[in-house]
């Protein structure tokens, strides 16, 4: 029973064809970016003093210009919190997104910052995680992508995979976390999923059945928002897997990794 | 096959429009044709705006091609495709997916008719997420008028590979250097060493499998 990433990977598709797709992706996006364009420019002016303006997005790119009170500033767009910015003169360089605290928009308010963690809730976004852990005394690594579309809820699909000496489990699951606390900077959560289970035992001699499995799980863990947009997060799970004969099986996981929220 | 791309792709960024460039050539007439009225009481648009309002390019997508040392497999060619997130100046999170085909062990060629993996187990495909710290950022000049981003940085990673009919549990560690050539595209060089645990040859042993590609790759 081939698991998602067999499909992908065993199936006919070369690795070549990748490469061509994604060579065709070069082409095409430069003409989408300049296609969208005509949006009318962001625009703030400068309050404070004076803003530096640096020739690279970085702390150590030095700063070759300086922004004066009250003039403008167009905003083009932001790269790993630096913002590049043209201003009258059309001088072209970079700010940090914090210097955006130091201006004010054409309605003469402060640009609202995007929160990304346990500051108050600007809005959904996205959290894809990276988890390594134990399930039932196996390794286990994980990947998912969530939404988060309240300050308490957040919506993940994972999948995991344990590769063992007696078998190899791969695992799809939805789960809806709930964080109790949202605006702590170490934060519980509680979660309940469903998903298939996959179960390739590994044996030499004998070739048992592969087994595919729906199942249940119930878990909590605990978000802790070190930088803006990243969390160290550790969880574990106990899983209920469903299988033919009348007789449920029990699995227990921990996992301990990270998540990214854009 | 694989290699014959090598080429076309380092070559592909060059032929792209470096709209950026052209920045740095009109910079003396924009300070002589300045009103400085006009850039005290600057008019802007009367509108809200947040931060979320500007556009992000904080995602990398790109291919890669290179050469994959297979320990006792001999030095193949290798293709993959990246994904990167970069969430500050410092530090970025990367996932790969990379392929390649073993050759043989010198114990194969040596013995003619002997097989130790059948084609199947000799495809090498891995997929790994990292985390990448830029260790030295910095501005690199081509000439007098034309200066790159670039960034020299060391990545740390795991994943698995599956190679020898067998799915392996693998740590990945390089280091990789990234140009800039405009806001759009980066060119980068990356070598990395896949370490995981393999038994093909009687014992089980760690074997270190060495990864040196160059690749482009696109910000979104």
Not at chain 1, 165 to 174: E, G, H, P, Q, V
């Given at each position: 029973m081939p698991g998602l990433f067999d499909v992908r990977l065993k199936g006919e598709t070369h690795p070549l064809r990748l490469v061509v797709v994604l060579l065709s992706m070069l082409v095409l996006l430069p003409v989408k970016a300049v296609s969208s364009e005509p949006s009318p420019p962001l625009q703030v002016k400068v309050a404070e003093p004076y803003v530096d303006i640096h020739t690279g997005p970085g702390r150590g790119y030095p700063v070759f210009h300086v922004v004066e009170r009250h003039a403008p500033l167009t905003?083009?767009?932001q790269r790993a919190g630096w913002i590049k910015v043209e201003t009258a003169r059309g001088r072209i360089g970079w700010v940090p997104r914090k210097a955006l605290l130091s201006t004010l928009d054409g309605s003469g308010e402060t640009p609202e910052l995007q929160n990304l963690g346990h500051e108050d809730f600007t809005g959904g976004h996205w959290q894809a995680s990276v988890l390594a852990g134990e399930l039932e005394g196996v390794t286990s690594l994980a990947v998912g992508l969530g939404y988060r579309f309240t300050e308490?809820?957040?919506a993940e699909a994972m999948f995991t995979q344990a590769s063992g000496?007696?078998?190899?489990?791969?695992?799809?699951?939805?789960n809806l976390q709930h964080q109790l606390f949202?605006?702590?900077?170490?934060?519980?959560?509680?979660?309940l999923g469903t998903g298939r289970a996959s179960i390739e035992p590994r044996a030499t001699l004998v070739r048992p059945e592969d087994r595919d499995e729906t199942l249940a799980f119930?878990?909590?863990?605990?978000?802790?928002?070190?930088?803006?947009?990243?969390?160290?997060?550790?969880?574990?799970?106990?899983?209920?897997?469903?299988?033919?004969?009348?007789?449920?099986?029990?699995?227990?996981?921990?996992k301990l990794g990270f998540s990214l929220l854009f | 096959m694989e290699t014959r791309f090598l080429p076309a792709v380092l070559i592909l960024p060059l032929l792209l429009p470096t709209a950026a460039m052209a920045e740095t050539a009109d910079d003396t007439s924009a300070v002589r044709d300045a009103?400085?009225?006009?850039?005290?009481d600057p008019q802007i648009e009367r509108r809200r705006i947040k931060e979320a309002d500007i556009d992000s390019e904080n995602?990398?997508?790109?291919?890669?091609a290179g050469i994959l040392s297979i320990e006792d497999f001999g030095a193949e060619p290798v293709v993959g495709v990246r994904l990167d997130y970069h969430l500050s100046e410092d530090v970025f999170f990367e996932a790969v997916l990379g392929r390649a085909e073993a050759g043989e062990t010198s114990f194969e060629t040596l013995n003619a008719g002997v097989r130790l993996l059948n084609d199947d187990e000799r495809e090498f495909t891995y997929y790994q997420a990292s985390v990448g710290y830029n260790l030295l950022p910095g501005e690199a000049f081509l000439s007098g008028g034309r200066t790159f981003n670039n960034a020299l940085y060391l990545l740390g990673g795991a994943g698995i590979t599956d190679f020898a009919g067998d799915e392996h549990f693998t740590l990945g560690v390089g280091v990789g250097y990234r140009l800039l050539v405009n806001d759009?595209?980066?060119?980068?060089?990356?070598?990395?060493?896949?370490?995981f645990n393999l038994d093909v040859l009687g014992e089980d042993k760690t074997t270190h499998n060495l990864e040196l590609t160059a690749g482009v790759s696109l910000f979104f």
């Open positions: 905003l083009l767009f308490n809820l957040t000496n007696f078998s190899n489990t791969k695992l799809i699951d939805f949202p605006r702590w900077r170490i934060s519980p959560y509680t979660m119930a878990g909590a863990g605990v978000k802790a928002y070190l930088a803006r947009g990243f969390v160290l997060r550790g969880e574990y799970r106990s899983y209920v897997l469903f299988t033919e004969e009348n007789d449920n099986r029990n699995l227990e996981e921990w | 009103d400085p009225e006009s850039v005290l995602f990398e997508a790109g291919v890669y759009l595209i980066a060119v980068r060089v990356d070598m990395k060493d896949h370490i």
